[in-house]
């Protein structure tokens, strides 16, 4: 039977998780711990949840490269931070490989992409790469790693100028890891099929974390016109992955309490049944049951807004639009056909108009970029031939924190002039 398959398969994924969260991340967290020691790792790539195993450890990490790819992984590693309260967002930082690292860049090729990381929640830089040089400095340039990485040794012709952009960064991290992130949206990252649920990319308008299902479940509340984690983060809006019409009667149960207490939740389908065998066939029927409270009588085609209590639902079409980055485009030339999973790095995301309008009937744009003289900000981007143009507030990335009463903005110029 296909249905009760696919129901297993869920549950041993759903187990398999627990496992690895419990057993591999918090076991080695604590012993790590215990030595006085940080635990820190890149947990993607691996049949689990990246932003629930991120969040089990001491620093969550990710990377992005010189081409600015893998720019999605920092957005899971600091969503971990900012919902589970970690300081520090560490990245592999400026890796290449032979048409972009190999001794080809320099630090004013590559400040854009660092910059760009840092507008995504980096906050911690670990260089790629930096090789022992068994030899000394008899001979120049040095060893490497192949042709991977930025050569970030001495035998580098821009090491000693190259001392003014390494404060650069140190300045950087230092003012990006004070006080807390802002952001006006979380949406919900699903355990099951977490893939391909949330596209990554550039925010425009609205910052926002993403979050795991123990998260939403264990420590979410609403109040004050916000939803609340224990981390000191809060967000205006929660935003749901498409479900497939599968989802379990606990979260649907938190949904339906938040919404009570006066929450706004986006969503662009409706579950019809539960994803796994537990409680099986009767919990299909209870998923029913509280969908119909949630969901009302929308359907995403005439009717997309419920009342719940005090809150909301919202049915839209969309919520992410997605644009192919003709720069990462250039770059992925370069790689072995059929890896989806770099390919899903060269997306540029921006929010949906419809989404838009939810958001501001809600609260104001944190950041709007105004075009000078009514003419678009245009971008010849790196390599200029394969890049286009980037216009209006693709030129223009940035990110939110407050310390206190103090508000911090980073705002980068992706333009490259």
């Known amino acids: ?56 450890v001491q620093v969550p990490m990710c990377e992005f490269w010189v081409s600015t790819e893998m720019m999605h992984t920092v957005r899971w590693a600091s969503s971990a931070a900012n919902t589970y309260g970690r300081k520090e967002v560490a990245a592999e930082a400026f890796t290449g490989r032979w048409n972009d690292g190999n001794w080809k860049t320099d630090p004013y090729a590559i400040k854009r992409a660092g910059d760009l990381a840092f507008c995504n929640g980096v906050n911690k830089v670990v260089l790629h790469g930096t090789a022992l040089q068994p030899w000394g400095m008899d001979l120049k340039p040095g060893m490497n790693m192949f042709f991977w990485g930025t050569m970030f040794v001495p035998g580098q012709t821009w090491w000693e100028p190259g001392k003014a952009w390494v404060n650069y960064l140190s300045r950087c991290q230092y003012m990006l890891q004070q006080g807390k992130n802002v952001a006006d949206v979380v949406g919900l990252m699903p355990t099951l099929k977490w893939r391909h649920s949330m596209p990554e990319g550039l925010h425009k308008k609205y910052n926002y974390d993403l979050m795991a299902e123990e998260t939403l479940l264990h420590e979410m509340d609403f109040s004050g016109g916000f939803f609340r984690l224990p981390s000191g983060a809060n967000y205006r809006v929660l935003i749901l992955p498409k479900t497939n019409g599968k989802m379990s009667a606990a979260i649907l149960k938190k949904l339906i309490a938040l919404a009570k207490k006066g929450g706004t939740i986006v969503c662009e389908d409706r579950p019809s049944c539960s994803p796994g065998l537990t409680g099986y066939p009767e919990t299909d029927a209870e998923v029913k049951t509280l969908a ?35 720069e990462r485009k250039y770059f992925l030339k370069t790689r072995t056909k059929g890896r989806e999973f770099w390919d899903n790095s060269a997306v540029s995301t921006r929010w949906s108009p419809q989404f838009l ?15 000078a003289s009514g003419e678009a900000m245009a971008w010849g981007g790196s390599p200029e031939t394969a890049a286009g143009t980037r216009q209006g507030e693709d030129a223009i990335a940035w990110t939110h924190r407050r310390d206190g009463d103090s508000d911090i903005y980073f705002v980068s110029n992706q333009t490259g002039s």
Not at 298 to 311: L, N, P, S, W, Y
Request: glycine letters at 6%; charged letters at 25%; zero cysteines.
């Open 357 to 371: 309008k939810v958001m501001q009937s809600i609260t104001l744009p944190d950041v709007e970029v105004i075009k």
């Open 292 to 326: 119909a409270q949630l969901w009302g009588d929308t359907d995403g085609k005439t009717i997309f807004e419920h009342q719940v209590g005090a809150g909301r639902l919202v049915w839209l079409n969309s919520i992410w639009q997605d644009d192919f980055d003709p």
């Open 1 to 56: 039977n296909e249905d009760l398959t696919q129901r297993f398969q869920n549950d041993m994924y759903l187990t398999q998780t627990d496992l690895f969260a419990d057993n591999f991340f918090t076991h080695l967290t604590r012993k790590a711990d215990s030595l006085g020691m940080e635990f820190m790792t890149e947990p993607y790539i691996a049949p689990f949840d990246p932003i629930r195993m991120a969040g089990r």
